[in-house]
């Protein structure tokens, strides 16, 4: 059973920079889309980007200034950091499978907030 | 941009009723080269991430109950719940993935 885990500071303070992880247990990163999607508060869906291997990376054109994301096979995983944080930045982040296609895995989301 | 119109936003059923959601994008899903609608549908409960209910506008992920489906091509597209259940109460995304920066709708919350 393929299973993700996000993880980093739940907190961050404004003007910093986010940086999350998403752990993959059960399958390899190699081969698939990866996401990163964000969820503020009592609001909609919004794709930060995905990555499909160490050199390949799509972002949302509203973030493409702030945004990076990277793959390391060999600690499966992939990152997500986010530059020069608001307060419009606090949102759940889920990590996820897939984003250049349908999204058909999904961690169960960490929430980040942006406080001084 | 491909933008993706939902409505309505919100809706209250009644246990056992029909329950429709619409979905419009800004231009057709419909790639030439394979005929097919680049929509999916996810639902999303309270306090959890979502979960793809439909991929290609009308194909039901395993274990979706077979009350739920979709319909539509081009650029309207309808999710429709055939008996609402309790725990059906969700919000619902339609997700264009024919660009190569996929989109979602805003969103649909179902309500008893």
């Known amino acids: 059973q393929v299973q993700l885990q996000e993880s980093g500071p739940g907190l961050v303070k404004p003007s910093e920079t986010l940086s999350l992880s998403c752990t993959v247990s059960g399958d390899s990163v190699t081969g698939y889309y990866w996401s990163w999607i964000r969820q503020p508060p009592g609001k909609g869906l919004e794709l930060i980007g995905y990555?499909?291997?160490?050199?390949?990376?799509n972002f949302n054109p509203s973030l493409m200034s702030r945004v990076n994301m990277s793959l390391d096979t060999s600690k499966n995983r992939f990152s997500l950091t986010l530059t020069s944080v608001t307060s419009a930045d606090t949102a759940v982040y889920y990590c996820?499978?897939?984003?250049?296609?349908?999204?058909?895995?999904w961690g169960r989301g960490m929430m980040v907030t942006v406080s001084s | 941009d491909i933008v993706m119109t939902q409505s309505p936003d919100s809706l209250t059923v009644s246990l056992g009723e029909r329950a429709t959601i619409n979905c419009k994008s800004t231009q057709s899903l419909i790639y030439t080269s394979d005929n097919n609608n680049y929509l999916a549908w996810y639902q999303q409960k309270p306090g959890q991430p979502p979960k793809l209910l439909f991929r290609w506008a009308s194909t039901r992920e395993s274990g979706v109950p077979d009350r739920f489906s979709g319909s539509g091509s081009g650029t309207d597209f309808t999710l429709t719940i055939s008996s609402l259940q309790a725990e059906d109460v969700a919000v619902y995304y339609c997700?264009?993935?024919?660009?190569?920066?996929?989109?979602f709708g805003g969103g649909t919350k179902v309500e008893i």
């Open positions: 990555v499909f291997d160490t050199e390949s990376a």
């Open positions: 996820a499978r897939g984003g250049y296609t349908v999204i058909d895995l």
């Open positions: 997700q264009q993935y024919y660009s190569t920066f996929p989109t």
